[in-house]
């Protein structure tokens, strides 16, 4: 019986098993017909080991390096260092005002603090004290009376309108309402 | 260099370091692109754009697999990606690009060359599902199992593309050159 196509395809890859491989070297050597295609086989993994490897592609390793860098550079740009564009102007000032703002009282306690800071004094302190515990009844007066939530909710509405600016000069969102 | 330590390293933020992998792949990867795209010039901008793919994607390599054949996959998706696009099918003689051996006799010279440029132009003939099979396992020098983990389909499957390609250049072989 001759050998099949696919056994001589795993004898010249040397992946049969010691006796299958021993037994076919002996068919080949009695059947002409097996021979031969073993040899035209052979001749074909001959011809498919010269196809051409060893390229010149000189200065590739830098053309890589190069291109990988340039993209980091570029999305480090993109995502960490982003431009001030005029809607991110914008959205920062509305986040610096809400947050003067929201902070006006406190920041008036700190002023009266750092200005009497140098007159702590007796009469000066006690005036001092009695400033504040008016201004923090004062606070406490406008959450009570519900004048604090008008700030936050104006405050709120500000950072809402600079959200949008800010979405509506993305490029992606542009893209989208163009398409 | 262990190939692990230098991925390793490149994860870590040291590019400089993946020219290593460059070096050692470039050849197997402009193989495969220059098979599937008949043109140097692309198939230097294809093989470029393996590398910088394999970078930016390193995280997810598994190092079980060869980096030859997770390369290897790269190249034929980035291949196909690139023939969709552009319908590029043209022929180009790729002669300036390779190192020729001029010791032999000038015959079989000759003859060596026609066949070569004969099997050059059949592996191109190959559909890519047989193409780079045959190649990962003659030019990358992967085994059946190393390039079915890489292409995500069956050892069979691969064993059975491989040989189908080969009975395939066989019967043009013969039918080119008649009965060896």
């Not at chain 1, 005029?86 to 920041?107: E, G």
């Not at chain 2, 290593?20 to 495969?32: A, C, E, G, H, R």
């Not at chain 2, 079980?64 to 790269?74: C, E, L, V």
């Amino acid at each position: 019986m001759h050998v099949k196509e696919r056994d001589v395809v795993s004898y010249l890859e040397n992946s049969l098993t010691d006796k299958k491989q021993k037994s076919m070297d002996k068919h080949f050597s009695v059947c002409a017909l097996c021979r031969s295609k073993l040899r035209t086989w052979k001749t074909l993994y001959d011809t498919i080991e010269t196809l051409d490897f060893d390229f010149k592609l000189n200065g590739l390793e830098d053309k890589v390096l190069r291109k990988i860098k340039t993209q980091a550079e570029k999305e480090f740009e993109k995502h960490v260092a982003p431009k001030l564009s005029a809607s991110n102007l914008v959205f920062f000032l509305l986040l610096i005002f809400t947050a003067s703002v929201f902070f006006t009282p406190v920041i008036d306690i700190v002023n009266k603090i750092t200005q009497h800071s140098g007159n702590l004094m007796l009469n000066q302190g006690l005036r001092w004290l009695n400033e504040v515990k008016w201004h923090a009844i004062d606070f406490i007066g406008k959450i009570q009376a519900a004048e604090i939530s008008f700030l936050f909710l104006s405050a709120g509405i500000m950072l809402m309108v600079g959200g949008v600016y800010l979405y509506i000069g993305n490029k992606p969102f542009q893209k989208l309402l163009k398409n | 260099m262990e190939e692990r330590e230098v991925i390793d390293r490149c994860l870590k933020g040291d590019t400089d370091s993946f020219s290593f992998l460059v070096t050692k792949y470039k050849k197997l990867v402009y193989s495969i692109a220059l098979r599937f795209l008949n043109d140097p010039y692309l198939a230097e901008d294809i093989t470029q754009e393996v590398f910088f793919k394999a970078y930016r994607k390193l995280i997810l390599y598994d190092s079980n697999m060869k980096f030859s054949a997770w390369i290897g996959r790269i190249t034929h998706n980035t291949c196909i990606d690139s023939i969709r696009k552009t319908r590029n099918y043209k022929i180009v003689d790729s002669e300036d690009t390779v190192i020729e051996d001029y010791d032999e006799p000038t015959d079989e010279l000759v003859i060596k060359k026609e066949r070569k440029e004969w099997i050059e132009e059949q592996i191109r003939k190959l559909e890519p599902g047989y193409k780079t099979p045959l190649l990962l396992f003659h030019q990358g020098g992967l085994s059946y199992e190393e390039i079915a983990r890489s292409m995500n389909v069956p050892l069979s499957i691969v064993k059975n593309r491989i040989y189908r390609a080969r009975k395939m250049l066989k019967e043009r072989m013969t039918e080119y050159y008649g009965e060896v």
